[in-house]
């Protein structure tokens, strides 16, 4: 365990009423979390989440969660891949199955093969599958070309229709003085498949990239964008990591950080000013950087001990008044039943635990009452209320998970295409353009090239057996409610 800050604080007031809504609201149907197969395993984790694992070199690689609930096997860094290495990250087999009608959902069949009439027109790489927007084919003249790197092959290969469905919508419906057409290509949530067809993109003179999705690919294929000058901007990657990352301001993202839930653990730590506060965490770039932005806000003014999962068996010896928790469904249970006998001190828990089958798990249910998450709100307002009705009218369904980040992600790349004299200054153009809200949240993008968003706080209903969200506790502006 380390010490974090030892510090005289007020006597402590933990709230009676803290475990009570602070402004009960639905739960939204995009941010609720995949269940496994019947018939396998209960699932370890978030769909589209990471985690670290082992590499040769004593280095990191990253894993990332399938759809199915399970995470897949490790992908090392590649050398000069422009990032360090201790990040998180997936592997996947290869495929380039691409998408034959975005409008037809959950199925994926095999591509179109879209023929150019002009012969002397280029071919589309073999990981892209169509064009759409402005033109349905390549070379046509006064046409900006753009893509979109998802997954439509691999283990995330649920998520990608249903973000392409948004740049989709996007590029029918916005309004915009450039000519832009859309090459649609599958990322097979892989590292080596992403950075190829990166770079074929980068030699059809493509200046922007809407992906890839997981913060794996992401970050394991930028080394190809950063080399040819390509900006990519993900509508999905939500690793601390990607903030991180030299990039010459060429990796942007429309996706929540996760190190927000963090600030938001600490603001509510702050709140209930307990006099002593255990962080437990995992030992892994998640765990690490949550509990590193919770001390960064809280423990200059609380005393704060910390603790990986594996030393929560020591947490009693600190006395804590408050339980600050980091992890993902397996540890997390484990730990919750661990803390159990410490009676009625409250826990605060990060979006890892943010799943139904806790409840299931968990010996005594009723440790639960005592927990507050918090994690990233979905989209609402008027005006993802607007872009969900177009959604349904135009596919006859809800957006999918994202779908509304990827439909931003297109509209600030058409604004600056806008204002763009030469292709190699995107990310200059990005920057100059004024953005208003969008319908994923704000796009008030910081020096990082990332946009802010709202977390909310959520509680387990035990009784139900359901998880309900308590309302925006931070918003994207920072202040904390």
């Not at 609720?32 to 019947?38: F, S």
């Not at 440790?367 to 990233?376: A, E, H, T």
Request: aromatic share 4%; charged share 25%; net charge negative.
């Amino acid at each position: 365990m380390t010490r974090v800050h030892r510090s005289q604080v007020s006597p402590v007031r933990l709230l009676l009423s803290w475990v009570a809504p602070l402004v009960l609201t639905a739960a939204c149907v995009e941010d609720t979390p995949l269940e496994a197969d019947d018939a396998g395993p209960v699932a370890p984790c978030t769909a589209g989440r990471d985690l670290s694992c082992p590499c040769p070199g004593g280095v990191l690689g990253i894993q990332t969660c399938n759809a199915r609930g399970t995470f897949d096997p490790c992908v090392c860094p590649q050398p000069d891949a422009g990032f360090d290495a201790k990040m998180l990250d997936g592997e996947t087999p290869d495929g380039t199955i691409g998408p034959d009608d975005v409008g037809s959902p959950d199925v994926r069949v095999a591509p179109r093969d879209v023929q150019p009439p002009d012969a002397a027109a280029p071919e589309l790489p073999p990981q892209c599958a169509r064009v759409y927007g402005a033109v349905d084919r390549l070379g046509a003249a006064d046409v900006t070309y753009i893509a979109t790197l998802l997954p439509y092959s691999g283990p995330l290969d649920a998520f990608g229709a249903g973000m392409e469905r948004g740049v989709e919508l996007a590029a029918e419906t916005v309004e915009s003085m450039t000519r832009v057409a859309v090459v649609s290509c599958d990322s097979a949530t892989d590292p080596n498949v992403a950075r190829r067809a990166i770079e074929a993109l980068a030699a059809l003179g493509v200046p922007a990239i809407i992906g890839p999705a997981a913060s794996s690919t992401t970050l394991g294929a930028f080394d190809a964008a950063r080399r040819d000058g390509v900006l990519l901007i993900s509508p999905s990657a939500t690793s601390p990591v990607i903030a991180q990352v030299e990039d010459d301001d060429l990796l942007w993202r429309t996706a929540p950080n996760d190190a927000r839930q963090g600030i938001a653990l600490g603001r509510h730590a702050l709140e209930l000013r307990p006099a002593r506060v255990a962080v437990v965490h995992r030992d892994d770039p998640y765990g690490e950087g949550i509990a590193d932005a919770f001390a960064a806000e809280a423990c200059a003014e609380l005393e704060c001990t910390r603790f990986t999962v594996d030393e929560v068996a020591s947490v009693a010896d600190v006395d804590p008044e408050l339980v600050v928790l980091v992890t993902f469904l397996d540890d997390g249970v484990t730990v919750l039943d661990q803390l159990a006998p410490l009676g009625d001190v409250p826990i605060l828990v990060a979006e890892g635990l943010r799943r139904e089958q806790v409840i299931d798990r968990v010996v005594d249910p009723g440790v639960l009452r005592r927990v507050i998450g918090v994690g990233s709100a979905p989209p609402s307002g008027p005006a993802h209320d607007t872009f969900a009705a177009a959604h349904q009218r135009r596919f006859g369904e809800p957006p999918a998970v994202f779908a509304a980040h990827a439909y931003d992600a297109y509209i600030v790349l058409a604004r600056a295409l806008d204002q763009l004299d030469d292709r190699a200054d995107i990310a200059a153009a990005l920057r100059a353009v004024d953005h208003d809200d969008g319908v994923s949240g704000p796009l008030d993008f910081d020096e990082t090239g990332e946009a802010p968003h709202d977390i909310e706080a959520w509680q387990f209903n035990v009784d139900g057996r359901s998880i309900e969200s308590l309302g925006v506790i931070l918003t994207a502006d920072g202040e904390y409610w």
